[in-house]
């Protein structure tokens, strides 16, 4: 069986994480709360716009670690597929209250 590379996967994975930080921030900012409460637990002692990038270099190096797992043991590109559609969800529900506004 051929593996395909999931490079485009984790460079997705990494997009959706950076929308994800920028609507969250402008949510935020327009009246919007956080549904993660590990993410708003460390606003009060980060602040939002440095909570919100250590939240997602940790869902980019989550990805990144997945990529390197599937690339360097052959393992299943699931894993990281599984994420990347999870962010893709988060997203487009940020997008639409973005829109409802």
Known sequence: MVQKSALPL??????LQT???LTTY??????GAE???LVA???????IAATLMVAKAVGGAL?????????SFHLSVRPLF???GLMDAV???????????
Request: no cysteine; charged share 10%.
């Open 35 to 37: 549904v993660n409460p």
């Open 26 to 31: 402008y949510l935020l900012h327009h009246g």
């Open 41 to 47: 637990a460390l606003f009060p002692t980060l602040g």
């Open 10 to 15: 984790l460079r997705l994975n990494i997009a």
């Open 63 to 71: 990805a990144a670690f997945l990529w390197y797992r599937h690339r």
């Open 82 to 84: 599984v994420l990347t």
């Open 19 to 21: 929308a994800d930080g």
């Open 91 to 101: 997203v487009s529900w940020n997008l639409v209250m973005v829109l409802l506004g």
